[in-house]
């Protein structure tokens, strides 16, 4: 995009090893406005600032609880107000970034454990999905991309076991089922499924559990944030407007189908 026509709308973009905000930051370089979601209000202002300020884009931050549906309205109600009143262009694209994982055996995990994942994962990309497509529908044009797993496909195997891997799937699912019902409307919604990547997410792990996940990888080693912002954004482009419904592996070759 040579010039700013749209924003893009990240959820779970605050962590400085995190995909959102390389993401973010990749959209940024391209001419997107760019809105930082999370948990944190203050801190995805801030983000949201400094990368504004970085690449001379409109950029807006605000807090999110995806799971909780007053506190995803509130937050599209507030985009919308910065649309509204001309600080952001309209939405263009929704990266439904923000997730938890769950490195617990099954036989030890709860209930609550259970509902905490499936909430923040698969009912997050619902809500959040929910609030900004009528935009899109009304605006003819729109890319959603969905954060699922490698873990969704192999059914574990990376760090997050059963509740994740069962989050993650139904992730796909819904993309699928959504990509079809939207049809015609100019709105397309893929996802993608990363394998290890270099992030914070699997505090915790072991070297040799890192040693393990980057023996079963044929290129022999963790995706970097940036590879994986480069299919985010090329699936918010103009140039992705025959793909919807996809399934992007970005795995380096640990799970091949």
Do not use: C
Not at 120 to 139: C, E, Q, R, W
Request: charged share 15%; net charge negative; hydrophobic share 40%.
């Amino acid at each position: 995009m040579t010039a700013i026509q749209r924003t893009a709308v990240l959820t779970g973009a605050t962590s400085e090893r995190g995909i959102g905000i390389t993401t973010a930051r990749r959209y940024a370089s391209q001419g997107w406005g760019v809105v930082i979601l999370d948990l944190d209000g203050e801190k995805s202002a801030k983000v949201a600032t400094e990368i504004g300020n970085e690449f001379n884009v409109p950029a807006f931050g605000y807090e999110i609880d995806v799971a909780n549906e007053d506190s995803v309205n509130a937050a599209y109600n507030a985009v919308s107000a910065e649309v509204k009143n001309g600080a952001l262009p309209a939405v263009g694209a929704l990266a439904n970034i923000a997730g938890i994982t769950s490195p617990v055996p099954f036989l030890e995990t709860t209930l609550d454990l259970w509902n905490k994942v499936m909430a923040v994962n698969s009912t997050g990309t619902y809500l959040v999905t929910k609030a900004f497509l009528p935009d899109m529908i009304d605006n003819g044009w729109g890319r959603i991309v969905n954060m699922s797993s490698v873990s969704a496909q192999r059914g574990g195997g990376v760090f997050g076991k059963v509740p994740y891997s069962a989050a993650k799937a139904a992730i796909l699912g819904f993309t699928k089922a959504l990509a079809r019902e939207l049809g015609d409307s100019g709105v397309t919604i893929n996802a993608i499924t990363p394998g290890a990547v270099d992030t914070n997410i699997r505090v915790g792990s072991t070297e040799e559990q890192e040693a393990a996940i980057n023996a079963g990888i044929p290129l022999g080693r963790n995706a970097t944030t940036e590879e994986v912002a480069a299919v985010i954004t090329f699936l918010s482009s103009d140039d992705s407007a025959y793909l919807t419904g996809t399934t992007i592996d970005i795995n380096g070759g640990s799970h091949m189908h």
